[in-house]
């Protein structure tokens, strides 16, 4: 595969920046979270991202695999349903199921802070990693 694959580079620099967008998320709701520990009633958010990101690229990685397997019938479903990795969204869900205290608040410090700290070495690779696809281009932008 060429460096300038230009496919390949888009998908990455795409999917790194929304990696880093789902993280500044991720960051503002556990802030949230812990912010509001003592506050009765209050129920965690939490966001959902990697996991649907995941399916999307599995389910091109399917289509890819198996291009043949098709429906013969508009009614048909579709064995695998192709999801574009550039319509995977972060998204916030509240928990409102569970309770920690008897105020009903749900805020478990210890996991809300390790998350913050997983949340932040994570946002830090990604940059890295942003940061040597530029240096990269750089480099051969000199040797040109």
């Keep these: ?14 999917m790194l920046e929304r990696g880093m967008d789902a993280s ?12 509001n520990a003592d506050t009765p009633g209050f129920k965690r958010t939490e ?27 508009p009614n048909h479903i579709s064995q695998f349903g192709h999801r574009d990795y550039r319509n995977v969204h972060p998204v916030t869900h509240a928990d409102t199921l569970s309770t920690m205290r008897n105020d009903g608040n749900n805020v478990d410090m210890e996991h809300e802070v ?27 932008i000199r040797l040109a």
């Design 1 to 14: 595969m060429s460096i300038w694959n230009g496919d390949f580079n888009t998908r990455t620099l795409n």
């Design 24 to 35: 500044i998320l991720r960051q503002t709701v556990l802030a949230d979270n812990v912010a």
């Design 47 to 73: 966001v959902i991202f990697e996991s649907e990101l995941r399916r999307a690229i599995d389910s091109e990685r399917k289509e890819r695999e198996n291009p043949d397997i098709q429906t013969n019938h």
């Design 114 to 140: 390790s998350q913050q700290m997983r949340n932040q070495m994570q946002y830090s690779l990604m940059v890295e990693r942003l940061g040597s696809q530029y240096r990269l281009y750089n480099n051969l």
